[in-house]
């Protein structure tokens, strides 16, 4: 690591930080400007819920909020309870008057400290809407990371028309 000085090389030459030896780690100076973002990664908390975890919030007072398409919905079923809001309309929903939100998704507006789980096919949606959840200001949220596919192998999806 010859002289990248706790960052790794590759970081260097996105940052545009030179070599302790006076070079560029590329041989070339970085396009300008850089933005890089860099998430904590020391943070461990994990926002992903089991099966049996979110079986036994299901009893309390918690939103699940289904974030695939509405055809899916028809086609797969869903996690008994849960309400669909499509990804690309979560960030709109979570910021409606609570009054157009009951109207469109037939449930109250949960408040910026109510629980929210938010579930998909397979982890991967729910984990973005849990990210788009956060950064509105959202302070309890999780997300099922085996999805519906998970679900499915412990009990029969609720099935819509």
């Known amino acids: 690591m010859w002289g990248c000085r706790g960052l790794s090389c590759a970081a260097r030459v996105l940052l545009g ?81 609570p009054k157009d939100f009951k109207e469109r998704y037939n449930q109250d507006m949960p408040a910026k400290s109510d629980h929210l789980v938010f579930s998909c096919m397979a982890g991967v949606r729910s984990k973005k809407a849990l990210d788009i959840a956060m950064s509105l200001g959202f302070s309890r949220v999780q997300h099922y990371a085996g999805g519906l596919e998970e679900w499915a192998k412990y009990e029969s999806p609720e099935k819509t028309q």
């Open 17 to 97: 930080v030179p070599r302790a030896a006076g070079g560029w780690t590329s041989g070339r100076r970085p396009l300008q400007p850089v933005n890089v973002i860099f998430r904590n990664l020391d943070t461990a908390v994990d926002y992903s819920l089991s099966y049996k975890e979110l079986k036994g919030l299901l009893k309390s007072q918690t939103t699940l909020i289904d974030v695939r398409e509405k055809w899916e919905i028809g086609q797969f079923g869903k996690i008994p309870g849960s309400v669909n809001i499509p990804l690309g309309e979560v960030v709109e929903a979570l910021q409606m008057n």
